[in-house]
């Protein structure tokens, strides 16, 4: 008990520490699962915005989604996607570059976006159709 009492700063930061490295798991990252993806996709009519290169988009994408490059997200969003309350779900292939482009989005004035988390690795993981271009 001693211990403690004479170290509670370390044990403090100790605390924190594995706080917030459960934190992600705890909240799933914030992005989306593909069954909710696909209840978005059905009920709500979501826009899928995959932010992979043209030639990633080409080797496989989800069906009906539009292929905005990261790079290029600010220039064509809005010629794409002209409803900014429309629900739109950013897609890459592991999931960091459509996070990235989710907050991007959220700064042009899109209400509703929200990113695949996983991204088409986690669509294919749970048998998810793909077409390719």
Not at 47 to 72: M, R, T, W, Y
Request: net charge positive; with cysteine.
């Amino acid at each position: 008990m001693k211990f403690f009492l004479d170290n509670w700063m370390l044990l403090a930061v100790a605390l924190a520490s594995g706080f917030a490295l459960l934190l992600p798991v705890l909240t799933k990252g914030g992005g989306l699962d593909p069954q909710t993806m696909v209840q978005l996709m059905n009920r709500d009519k979501a826009v899928v915005i995959d932010v992979c290169e043209p030639d990633e988009f080409a080797n496989g994408h989800v069906i009906g989604s539009k292929n905005v490059p990261l790079g290029q997200l600010e220039d064509k969003l809005a010629q794409v996607v002209k409803n900014k309350s429309a629900q739109l779900v950013m897609v890459c292939q592991v999931g960091a570059r459509s996070a990235r482009a989710a907050t991007t989005a959220r700064k042009l004035g899109y209400e509703n976006v929200q990113s695949l988390s996983g991204g088409l690795k986690a669509w294919q993981a749970a048998s998810m159709p793909i077409e390719k271009a």
